[in-house]
């Protein structure tokens, strides 16, 4: 099946400093990446949609200014926290469309934890 | 905003028994979809039902749709120790966005 590579799997950051994770779809183009956020025990939380050469759509809620998505190329998001604060510690995930097909399934990362200190 | 409300929120079952988990969810959707996840892991999807298809099976898992109530259920049957995990279910609709339902887990003891 697809695959869907985030890095880093792990991040420890200070607070006040800005972390990327990078979203790779690996074998295949797409054109929509997601970007999800999910807190210990809790389901995951859409924070934005990102389409390829065009601007992220974020959710109700979600700053744009803090949570900066690019989306450079068919294989390629990323999502930078700026200035991260503790609250901001949860486990990340995107999900990338395949352009391919009747395009209704998302393939999953495997999730970058950060955890700001 | 979160879509979908599962039922139960957790569960706990004896190996070989079977695990029923429902969803339901608010607006019209294109699909369906259910997902695992291990503790702290990331999302493995495990079967996707579209509006107009009523019953899915894929090995143990059988997955059914009721769209005049707007509800789906997912059957485990014979669940295994290697079946713990937290189930999701997911919705397709406008937009292509994807909205998960609040989980649920379940736990077999072997």
């Known amino acids: 099946g697809a695959v869907v590579s985030q890095h880093p799997s792990r991040v420890i950051c200070k607070s006040g400093t800005s972390v990327k994770i990078e979203c790779r779809s690996l074998?295949?183009?797409?054109?929509?990446m997601f970007w999800y956020r999910q807190f210990p025990k809790q389901s995951l939380m859409l924070m934005a949609t990102?389409?390829?050469?065009?601007?992220?759509?974020?959710e109700q809620g979600v700053e744009k200014d803090k949570f900066l998505i690019n989306h450079a190329s068919l294989t390629l998001s990323t999502l930078t926290v700026t200035s991260a604060h503790p609250e901001d510690s949860s486990f990340y995930i995107c999900?990338?469309?395949?352009?391919?097909?009747?395009?209704?399934?998302?393939?999953f990362g495997p999730g970058t934890r950060l955890t700001v200190t | 905003s979160q879509q979908g409300e599962e039922d139960p929120q957790a569960l706990s079952i004896q190996e070989g028994e079977n695990a029923t988990m429902n969803c339901s969810y608010k607006t019209s959707i294109n699909n369906l979809q259910w997902y695992r996840q291990n503790s702290g892991r990331g999302l493995v999807h495990l079967i996707l039902?579209?509006?107009?298809?009523r019953e899915k099976h894929s090995g143990r898992l059988r997955v059914t749709l009721d769209t005049s109530k707007k509800s789906s259920s997912l059957l485990i049957t014979a669940s295994r120790a290697a079946d713990t995990a937290s189930y999701f279910c997911a919705t397709g609709g406008g937009g292509f966005k994807t909205i998960f339902g609040a989980g649920t887990r379940l736990f077999v003891k072997a």
């Open positions: 999900s990338a469309r395949d352009r391919a097909g009747g395009g209704y399934e998302q393939y």
């Open positions: 039902i579209r509006s107009n298809e």
């Open positions: 074998d295949f183009q797409a054109t929509t």
């Open positions: 990102s389409n390829e050469g065009s601007k992220a759509t974020y």
